[in-house]
């Protein structure tokens, strides 16, 4: 049965043969997926829930969220900006808490699916959770966390999002900045696969070849991969919206630092520039492996762990190009393919090595 959302989009379940195929897939997948229409978004199915709670989301006029497909850099960009914003000099304890504590991921909820809902809802010593517990004391967790959290969270917010514009407040830019960060496809497909083997939430369970037909027929969480790009690059003259391209990050962040020091009106010295990046870098990040809020014990139970060690964790390689090391030539022939479809008349241009 199609549901309406407030947005004005329509969302309804894959047909029982797509969700069978899907789920043998991915079977960390329980709660199933929607479709939702126009964009053709996929979603799990507890996004309806939360679908119009999000869509009436307050955004203030401080805040900046951080708008991504998923592995494009989204963690990454929040830790840059949270510490350009609270911690210019290094000095602030907060920045040794998990990023996702810090920077809130609004719609978090519809992660929380199945067994690991129970079992995150659950586990009392979980830090996120008393999280939750401290910043909204007698809210109920059924109601959102992530919205909950975000909302009651004091002073310049950095909000992660996956949603795409047209399922957020439709005054958005009116209100609030936004950093839109784009990753080359190849190299987000590697990143995607690899954390979707990891993850027992999606629990993947083909090879590349699969994985690469699931994304170039745009049936992966949060995608289609290029509609979500769209709507990013369609308001890339927005004065409240800030692109960003992980390539450029990596290849050069003094100058989009220096860049988004303008955006943000954060007036950095470049001492504290340079602090910040250093922060952030890849190696220090990989270091505190503090992306979410949970404990080491619930973290070995969320992740597979041989993944993880046989091919890293969260914080996997962070460069640019990987992908020559890991798509045949046939699999890339078909992301060329979908890009070309896609980008026809775009005028955007990715880096594939720097
Ligand atoms: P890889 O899997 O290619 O290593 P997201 O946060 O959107 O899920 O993106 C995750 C990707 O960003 C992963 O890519 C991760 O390693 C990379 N990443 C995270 N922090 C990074 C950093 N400080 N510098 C470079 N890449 C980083």
New binding site residues.
């Given amino acids: 049965m199609a549901t309406q959302l407030k947005s004005g989009h329509t969302a309804e379940p894959l047909s029982d043969e797509d969700s069978a195929r899907i789920l043998k897939d991915f079977p960390g997948q329980v709660d199933g997926l929607v479709r939702v229409q126009p964009g053709g978004w996929i979603l799990p199915t507890p996004y309806l829930e939360m679908a119009d709670k999000i869509y009436d989301f307050k955004f203030r006029e401080s805040d900046v969220v951080v708008m991504?497909h998923?592995?494009?850099?989204?963690?990454?960009t929040q830790d840059l900006l949270w510490n350009m914003v609270h911690n210019p000099n290094i000095d602030n304890p907060a920045a040794e808490e998990a990023v996702n504590g810090r920077s809130p991921y609004l719609e978090v909820d519809i992660l929380l699916m199945g067994k690991m809902k129970e079992m995150m809802l659950s586990d009392t010593s979980n830090p996120m959770l008393k999280q939750f517990a401290e910043l909204c004391p007698g809210a109920n967790p059924a109601d959102g966390i992530g919205i909950q959290m975000a909302a009651a969270t004091p002073g310049i917010r950095i909000i992660k999002s996956h949603l795409t514009f047209p399922l957020l407040p439709p005054d958005l830019l009116d209100t609030t900045k936004v950093v839109y960060v784009m990753r080359n496809p190849k190299?987000m497909c590697?990143?995607y696969n690899?954390?979707c083997r990891m993850a027992r939430f999606h629990d993947f369970q083909g090879n590349m070849d699969l994985f690469v037909d699931y994304l170039t027929n745009d049936e992966l969480f949060y995608g289609p991969y290029w509609n979500h790009v769209k709507e990013g690059w369609k308001r890339r003259d927005h004065p409240r919206l800030y692109v960003l391209f992980f390539e450029n990050l990596?290849a050069d962040p003094v100058a989009e630092v220096r860049e988004l020091d303008k955006f943000l009106g954060t007036d950095l010295t470049e001492e504290q520039m340079t602090k910040v990046i250093e922060h952030?870098?890849?190696d220090k990040?990989k270091a505190r492996d503090a992306h979410f809020p949970v404990t080491e014990e619930m973290k070995k139970k969320i992740l597979n762990q041989e993944v993880v060690q046989n091919e890293g964790g969260?914080?996997?390689?962070?460069?640019v190009g990987?992908f020559k090391n890991k798509l045949t030539p046939a699999q890339e022939s078909k992301i060329d393919a979908w890009t070309k479809m896609n980008t026809e008349g775009m005028d955007i241009e990715f880096k594939y090595s720097i």
């Avoid at 969260?314 to 460069?319: A, D, E, P, T």
């Fill in positions: 991504t998923p592995k494009c850099g989204t963690t990454w190299d590697i990143s690899h954390h990596k952030t870098s890849f990040m969260f914080f996997r390689k962070g460069q990987d």
